[in-house]
Nanobody, 125 residues
């Protein structure tokens, strides 16, 4: 059974940093595409950053240069380092995983089967 557990959210001031973690179990990590999504109240879910199974990263335009996605394959942990945070980054952040493939968009949530419960990020101005 695949499980994803996020942590690391919190409240910070604009310009601050946070690192989110997503601990996974029940999957062969190297065969999965992994991604971070976020959803703010009243807004659609947005793909933030993703890692292909070969390690290539992709970012939403809104976070390029500020967020970095990485992973520790041995520990099966996905990270999202966030810096220069803005109030508009405030949202619930979710980790997602889907096995294999390369013909589907990395940052579109509908392609992912497994999701964590989310961790809240609040950025104040």
């Amino acid at each position: 059974q695949v499980q994803l557990v996020e942590s690391g959210g919190g409240s910070v001031q604009a310009g601050g940093t946070l690192r989110l973690s997503c601990a996974s179990s029940g999957l062969i990590y190297s065969t999965y595409r992994m991604a971070w999504f976020r959803q703010a109240p009243g807004k659609e879910r947005e793909g933030v950053a993703g890692l292909d199974s070969d390690g290539r990263a992709m970012y939403a335009e809104s976070v390029k240069g500020r967020f970095t996605i990485s992973q520790d394959k041995a520990k099966k942990i996905l990270y999202l380092q966030m810096k220069s945070l803005k109030p508009e980054d405030s949202a619930m952040y979710y980790c997602a995983a889907q096995q294999g493939g390369s013909g589907w968009p990395l940052l579109q949530g509908r392609w992912y089967r497994y999701w964590g419960q989310g961790t809240q990020v609040a950025v104040s101005s």
